[in-house]
């Protein structure tokens, strides 16, 4: 991710920066200093640290280097990031002339958040700790979420995750919660009733889970997270403008441009499980994505030739008796998302399509596969070329880390607002 021009706290007259502080109910890591330089001092401090973690280690000269600030302000920041505890000093590298450089390092310790991610089949808890890494891991599986179980559950996992982490507790700065946009959506293709679909279309979960807990909580759509996830971490760092699709239960999608994630007027930008697959005729709609390209469509296979549903999420989708059955959704799936693909290309004039999911890494590179090939099948007069088609890189994880990020980067990243507004 491209780091924004630092301001030199020696300039009288900065630029205004809306640097979006943490919620006055969260902890404040980055302490409150001065009257008319604290904005400034603070972005120079969230510059510094997105340029370790961008980086890597650093040492004093090599920060500079890489945020443009002078080494007297590299040494202000970093005796303040060491007094609130958020950097760690490494071994120092010998062998060059004069004295050796101490590189300088993101403090794990430093500040942590919880990721919540609510799906149609399982819920998870992640704890995240400063550096991005995933500390602990809960996962709870069902058929399909009642209210009155889950709820309760939410409260006491992230209680136990929080009180789990003992001292440091102090320093979780938020909680994320990653959902569909419409949990209750869909129904029937589930055998749900209409009022399970209803009792949680119905819920504000985010408030929710407010009122679970005494810090901040963000809330997204479980793609849109998970292409967060992808954007601070994973193939979005080195790709400004991109389509994510995610490959699971019900197949959904985010969207990238100009390395911000862009929610859209109601936050449900990528919304590509509703995108008609061909055009309507008089009172029939056409087929969306979701009935050609979820992971729900192969269950459905596998069940009706007797086979373990649940091989669509693991390594035994590849493998004999499921193979047979898995090449044929690939065929068909893959024809339904390279439309997509067109589709997205033609509105967006995308650098690339990152695809990713809660499936087996081999079956979404034969998938990845797949799409390649339809591509070639179609017409690209008109268009600059087709999107490159790049694997994700996280997996499962992505919807909760990404619920988890949100908080840490709103409280520590100097592009604080990741969300681009419709």
């Known amino acids: ?3 924004p021009p630092a301001m030199l706290e020696t300039d009288p007259s900065p630029p205004p920066v809306d640097l979006g502080e943490p919620p006055s109910n969260g902890p404040a890591l980055l302490r409150q200093r001065g009257s008319n330089h604290v904005g400034l001092r603070q972005f120079n401090e969230r510059v510094v640290l997105q340029a370790l973690r961008t980086h890597g280690s650093l040492a004093k000269a090599e920060m500079a280097r890489v945020t443009g600030l002078t080494a007297q302000t590299i040494g202000l920041i970093t005796a303040r990031l060491d007094e609130d505890q958020l950097l760690r000093r490494e071994a120092p590298v010998r062998g060059r ?3 050796p450089s101490v590189p300088i390092g993101l403090n794990p310790d430093g500040a942590f958040a919880i990721g919540i991610k609510i799906g149609r089949r399982s819920a998870d808890w992640l704890p995240v700790d400063f550096t991005g890494h995933v500390r602990e891991r809960v996962v709870l599986d069902y058929a399909f979420p009642d209210i009155d179980v889950l709820l309760p559950a ?3 996992h992230l209680n136990q995750l929080l009180d789990g982490l003992g001292p440091l507790r102090s320093r979780v700065v938020g909680v994320g919660v990653a959902a569909p946009f419409q949990l209750g959506g869909w129904h029937r293709m589930l055998g749900l009733t209409e009022a399970q679909s209803e009792a949680w279309n119905n819920i504000d979960l985010a408030e929710q889970v407010q009122q679970m807990t005494e810090l901040p909580v963000s809330f997204a759509k479980d793609t849109s997270a998970a292409c967060v996830a992808e954007l601070l971490q994973g193939r979005g760092r080195d790709i400004p403008s991109f389509l994510y699709l995610f490959m699971d239960t019900f197949v959904g999608g985010g969207l990238v441009i100009n390395s911000h994630l862009h929610r859209g007027l109601h936050g449900n930008a990528g919304a590509v499980a509703s995108l008609p697959l061909a055009p309507a005729q008089p009172g029939q709609a056409p087929a969306q994505l979701i009935s050609q ?6 269950e459905q296979r596998f069940c009706e030739h007797g086979l373990d549903p649940m091989a669509a999420y693991d390594k035994r989708v590849l493998q004999a008796p499921w193979l047979e059955h898995s090449r044929a959704w690939i065929a068909h799936a893959a024809r339904a998302l390279a439309h997509c693909v067109v589709s997205g290309a033609a509105f967006l004039d995308l650098d690339a399509v990152v695809l990713d999911g809660a499936a087996a890494p081999e079956l979404l590179q034969a998938l990845c596969e797949g799409v390649r090939q339809s591509l070639a099948d179609y017409n690209w007069e008109g268009l600059h070329q087709p999107p490159r088609l790049e694997l994700g890189s996280i997996g499962s994880d ?8 949100l908080p840490l980067h709103a409280c520590f990243a100097p592009d604080h607002e990741i969300f681009l507004k419709a």
């Open 293 to 298: 390209a979820s992971l729900w469509e192969l």
């Open 154 to 156: 939410i409260r006491t």
């Open 97 to 99: 002339v004069g004295q």
């Open 398 to 405: 992505a919807r909760a880390l990404g619920g988890a990020l």
């Open 1 to 3: 991710m491209n780091l």
